[in-house]
């Protein structure tokens, strides 16, 4: 299957509300999944598909994430510049293992399968933390103050 259909495919699920994961199991093994995430990118990128399609619960779009750039251009530098951080939460990931699509694909980081944002947020019944009532929380607000706003870390381009 050729880029611009790929392309296709995808703003034509998107607009649609077809979840990713479901948009390229609907291609059938047509292109590699780090490919369907390339394309993606270059879509939010490039405006023509809305960039909340790849929001976590937390707020991260991943769409910016380095772990994400790394896994998609398999990129083994990009993952030695994040390694610090997920080991900063415990989690000393090996540098081969640090592969992510997002928290809503079924290529998630191993350590992101305990996110406390991600298990809020699905107990509750919301898509995004910033659907709830209590948004944004203590501890919430501090791992965006500390990760997420510009400037805040190393995590996102």
Known sequence: MDTKNVSQIIIDGVADDIPLMD????????VKKTEFFK???SLIKSRSIRSDIMVCYCGIDCS??????????????????VQAYYDEFGHNIDIKDLNCLGCRSDSMLAGCADCPYMKCGKGKGLSRCDECAEYPCD??????????????GKFFD
Request: aromatic residues 12%; glycine residues 12%.
């Open 23 to 30: 948009i390229y199991r609907g291609i059938g093994g047509g």
């Open 39 to 41: 394309a993606v990118i």
């Open 64 to 81: 910016r994430c380095k772990t994400l750039h790394a896994t998609v251009d398999d990129y083994d530098e990009l993952r030695k510049t």
């Open 139 to 152: 501890s919430l607000r501090w791992y965006i103050d500390k990760y997420i706003k510009p400037g805040a």
